[in-house]
Structures are given as structure tokens and as C-alpha cells.
């Protein structure tokens, strides 16, 4: 059994101790609990999604959905907040960008998270096939030669595609699908620890060895890293048993560190979260969960439900809703699943979703329970600086709705017009005691769209002081271009900036709009 951690000899007796424990009670699941959790849970995202909607990136809209499902808001369901994320390569064809602050931080993790949402094969993402995205989003900004963790992208691919021939493009060489596979099983084995605590490369991996037969031969590796995570869950029921119980403080501290969960309720729900997810998904894929882990489940699930009734009102919501997102789609799941090892319909994946209307906006509930001394939520410290904050509010006021500047970013926001691609567009960015306006194009796949911007620039010159004109034709790694004025923060009003970019954007918007709806 593959398992990454070795008990300390002076902790193994009483941490055992308490498993035998736990396994005695067979505790059973409180479903009425866990029905008051989610209702927390849809709460706390109800009454933070405009501000996580406005940080305006893909790893927010992804797991948005992983928790909460494609969930609509002021018309829109998230996957259409997603479609200026999806680009188009030099041959036209839709692709996300991996590894990339403009796309997937993992790859293929919007992929995996739409699969665990029950997202129909058949959808698209705006205009685009989901299918055609997917299939062409396989090239990975990474070197081949390191050790990744390709877990949301196996898992991703076992969902939405039938073949695995699929071929992807580092950045210093292809690899054929089977290839990447066995480099999965490799880094699962010998790789970092740091990317979802291997859960999903446990998950990915069991998804594609059982869809497809050419991997048949590497089935084996399935109950040997599975029941090495499942493990993992008794560790994080003994933490959670001696929490319930007030005792073992020094137990206590030596399992948040050896988990890496610290004192933070948030880490605790993630960690129980992802291997609870792992579980379901293993039956999904036709695995046989045996009792032991089952019970443990139940546990876990129980005490991290009384956890977050507690601290529901202490949450920073806003950037742990990802911790607290794995955790609820992982408990709706298990609610709803019988473990006869039948495949999840996409229907019963889908049934999670979580309907808006009828929910509305509240203050903080009453505090429940008692705190516990070994536990807290954690506190996130952004700055945002005043007077930029000013000029972006002056701005959208200015320019308006369609021109609004988007993100929630304390150095930089990016104004998009109605129809343009996400590569392209105006940009406010704070650089120390500099305000820079520019116009960004972020790609080199347009190539009319460049020279465009190039025969532009004496216009501007003309325009604008040159002196305050910058050019920079090499940005984006020497694929895109860039052109902006900058000013003194302190010794500029709000109103010179704003209405400066006003400027920029209408002496190049038309010519560019004209190059974008023609294409």
C-alpha cells in the first residue's frame, strides 16, 4: 500500500488508539447534518459570488463550479463568464491556455471540475464544443522533464474524450497519452506532495486505467494508491476524534503538522473534502470501497459538519471557498450515492447545482458552539492602494458598463469590450508610483491584429505626448505587443487618467472591432 506518511513511534500508539475508537462507534452518517452544512455552505456563496465573480479568473469560475455546480447569476450561468478564457490557436480552433494566469493553473483543471459537475459531453463553453476545446487545449506550458502532477487532466480526459491518442506539447517535447500516463503513475510514486495532496492524480489515474483497455496492465496501481489515501482519512479522523474529545494536545499538533493542515478549519475540510471525493469517484469508475474506509467517511463528515456550523461566521469566504467547495460537492455525493459500484449519471453529478433564486443575501448567523483552542479560520491581508481604487471606480463611471474595468487584482485591472477575445485588451496597472493605461495584446496567433497595433502607433504619437508614449512589441514572451501612456500617481488626477484612456479607447477600438467581428 503506497502511503506517504510514517508515524512517529512516540504518537502511532495513542493515534491508533483512537482509530480503534472511531471504528468501535460505527457511527452512522447525520444526514440532517450535513443537509444544515450545505444550506450553510449555499449561504456563504450566495452572499460572496459577486465578489468572486468580479476577481474575473479562471481558477475562481472552475471551482465555483466544482462546489457549487454552474450555478446562474444575473443571467449568466459561470460557464458563460468563462467563454473570453477560451482562445483560438493559429489554425482558429478553441483551446484554454494551460498552466497560464489567462487559463488553467493546473492542466486541464476547468476539464476536471466540469466533469465532476456532470457537464453534458454535448455543451459548449459560449459558441464553442466543449469537445473541440478540450481536444485542442494539448499544449502544456511546462517542461516534460519535471515531475507534475497531471491528476485534473486525467481525470478530465477519461470524462470527455473515448480515444486515448491524444498527443500533447510541452515545452521541450511531445508525449503520446499513454506516455503522460505512465509519468502520472511515476510522479504519484516519487513526486511532490503539493498539488491537492496527490488526490486527484489518485483520481485521474483510476478514471483512465479503468475507461480504456490499452491501459489495462496498469489497473494494478489502483487499490495501491487508493487505499493508501483512504488511509490518510483515518489520520484525519484521529485528529478530528481527539479535537471532539479535548485530549491528546500534543497528538493534536504533531497530526496538523505531519497533514499540513495546520490549526485552519478551512485546510481540514479540504483535505477531508478531496479524499471523500477520491472515494466516490473510485466506485464511479467500478471500485469496491471496503467498510473500514466507509466508516471513516462517516466520521470525518460528521465532525467537520459540527466544525463549520461553528466557524461559519469566521470564514473569509472570498479566497477559502475553494477549501470549502471540494468539501461540498464531495458530501452531496456521498449523500446521494449507493455503493453498488453503478457509474454516476451525469444527471446525479449535475444534481448539486446550486439554484440562486429564492436565496438572498444575509448577515452573519448567530455563533454556534463552543471554539476549540487548536483550531481557527485563517485571515488573508490584501491591500488595495486608495487612490488607484478612485481611479478605477472614477473610470467605469466614465466609460460605463461595457467598458468596465474587471478583476479584483490590487495592481491591475483589464477593461474588455463587448466581443473581443480575452487576448486583447486595455489595461489599468498600478507599478509602483506609476499609473500605466495600456492596450494589450496578449497572443500572436492574430497576425492582422498586430500590424494593426504597430500602424497605429504614430496616430497616438500624434495623440499623446511621445515622451509618455511606451512601445513594447516583444511582450507576452515575444508573441504579443503593448502600447500605453504612464503617469505620475500622485502628481495626476483620476480624471486625467481616466479620460485619457477614453481616448486610447476610441482612437483604436474601431479599426480593431472591425478586424474582430470580420474574423
Known sequence: MWIPFKLDSRFSESINDSINQIENQQENLDVESLNETVE??????????????????????????????????????????????????????????????????????????????????????????IIETVKNSNVINLPSTESHDFGHLLFGYAYFLDNPDLEFTFKDTKLKFGQLLEKAIESHENGPFTVCRKVHLTEGIIATTNKFKEFEHLRKYNEYFLHGQLEILKLLGSLLYFLKTNTGKDTILYLQDLLKVGPYVENLSFYVGHLVELAMFAVHYGMTIPKEYLLFCNYTINRMNELIGIYQNDFEFEHCFLHLGHYRRSITLFKDLNFDCQKISSEILADFTLELNGITAISKSKKLGKRNEFLKTAHYEVTFDDSFEELINYSDKLLGNDLKARGRFPHFRRIIPNGWPRFLHYEYLLEENNVLIELHMESGFNEALKELLKKNESKLKEMFNPNELHVDDKWFGGNGYRIGLKFKQNATTKEEIAKKMEMLINATSPELNSIINGR
Open 40 to 129: 450553510i455552505l449555499n449561504q456563504l456563496m450566495v452572499n460572496n459570488i459577486h465578489n468572486i465573480i468580479d476577481r474575473d479568473g479562471m481558477p475562481y469560475y472552475c471551482h465555483i463550479i466544482n462546489g457549487w455546480g454552474n450555478v446562474e447569476y444575473e443571467g449568466k450561468t459561470i460557464i458563460d463568464y468563462m467563454e473570453t478564457f477560451v482562445h483560438l490557436n493559429k489554425k482558429g480552433l478553441p483551446h484554454i491556455r494551460q498552466n497560464s494566469p489567462e487559463g488553467d493553473f493546473h492542466p486541464w483543471q476547468t476539464f476536471a471540475y466540469l466533469a465532476m459537475s456532470g457537464f453534458e459531453k454535448e455543451g459548449h463553453i459560449g459558441r464553442h464544443s
